[in-house]
């Protein structure tokens, strides 16, 4: 059975996307899902994230610039990806339905693609990209 993607938009709201990564990683222990169900971030920084000019201050009494703004956040989205074989077709099926309507999931906007949809090349070659980014090579 070919891949379904699940990708959950989670705007600037990391908290809730970090919750959502640790729901997913509790379900993978206790389902003993470890391949099945893969877990990549998204981070797109914001379109005009250029850094404005901030004079700093002389007689500043700390070591931060008292007008520099902070950074914006990032926008995040989560790709889960499922991987189940022919005759798990019920399994693939409860777990697509499932993810969606949980608590950290709901507000974040889901995208289903599967194998018949005409984005599913360009979102296995993000996730593939995601996943060569996510997985340093480690040397033992």
Do not use: C
């Amino acid at each position: 059975m070919a891949h379904t993607y699940l990708i959950f938009d989670f705007g600037v709201d990391e908290e809730t996307a970090q919750k959502a990564r640790h729901r997913i990683e509790g379900w993978k222990q206790a389902f003993k899902l470890d391949r099945k169900m893969l877990v990549r971030f998204e981070r797109e920084a914001p379109e005009h994230a250029e850094a404005p000019k901030v004079e700093a201050k002389p007689n500043a009494k700390s070591k931060k610039s008292a007008g520099a703004p902070e950074p914006e956040p990032a926008r995040v989205r989560l790709f889960v990806r499922l991987d189940f074989s022919e005759h798990e077709k019920l399994s693939h099926q409860r777990w697509l339905d499932r993810i969606p309507t949980e608590e950290p999931f709901k507000a974040a906007k889901p995208e289903i693609v599967s194998a018949a949809n005409a984005d599913f090349e360009s979102t296995a070659k993000r996730f593939e990209t995601l996943e060569a980014q996510a997985s340093p090579t480690h040397s033992r």
